[in-house]
Each structure stands twice: as C-alpha cells, then as structure tokens.
Nanobody, 121 residues
Framework: QVQLVESGGGLVQAGGSLRLSCAAS????????MAWFRQAPGKEREFVAS????????NYGNSVKGRATISRDNAKNTVDLQMNNPKPEDTAVYYC??????????????WGQGTRVTVSS
C-alpha cells in the first residue's frame, strides 16, 4: 500500500504562483509514475500533470501547459506541482496520484485526500 498526502493548497491571487507538494509513504518502491489531477465543483476530475519514476517523461494537461511544472524527488518520495500565473478557472481540489499496477481510476492506483486551491481574481 502507498499513502499520499498533499499540502500547499489555499487561497492564491490570480497572476501569482502556487506550489503543491505530495508526500508518499508505504511501499513506494512499487510506484512507477505520479500525477496531479484536479476536480472543480460540478466537473469531472481532470488530468493536470504526470511524471515517471526517472523524471524523463513529463505530461501536462492542455489547460495548464506552459504554466505548470511537475517535479519529483525520489530520495524524499515527494512530487511537486508548481503553477505560475494561476487563473480563477484553476480553482479546484487538487489530488496527487500514484501508478503502480495501473488498474485504478485514470490508471492510477493510489490517491491522496486532495488539497483545495482557490484562485481569486
């Protein structure tokens, strides 16, 4: 089992920056890739970014491409999401996810509880 805990959410100003962090614990050697998703009120969960174990493959959702950077520190078992120039439409609950077998929702087996981000205009 893998446990994921997100941090760094809160209220941010549009045009500023935000940084989210996810700490993984448990059987972390089984993790192949990690990702961030988000879900706004009344909307489906949306892919934000992903990174594989070595950090060599990064993927971004169209809505954040060019504004977001995902990174991971395998020594610390953390994955961060840096977003510049956040917009009010980035307001959502952000979830950290980890892929091990790839059989879970959206292909990720483990999910954090989420951290709420509100971007004010």
């Amino acid at each position: 089992q893998v446990q994921l805990v997100e941090s760094g959410g809160g209220l941010v100003q549009a045009g500023g920056s935000l940084r989210l962090s996810c700490a993984a614990s448990g059987h972390t050697v089984s993790i192949f890739a990690m990702a961030w998703f988000r879900q706004a009120p009344g909307k489906e969960r949306e892919f934000v970014a992903s990174i594989n174990w070595s950090g060599s493959t990064l993927n971004y959702g169209n809505s954040v491409k060019g504004r977001a950077t995902i990174s991971r520190d395998n020594a610390k078992n953390t994955v961060d999401l840096q977003m510049n120039n956040p917009k009010p439409e980035d307001t959502a609950v952000y979830y950290c996810a980890a892929e091990s077998l790839g059989t879970g929702p959206h292909g990720y087996d483990y999910w954090g509880q989420g951290t709420r981000v509100t971007v004010s205009s």
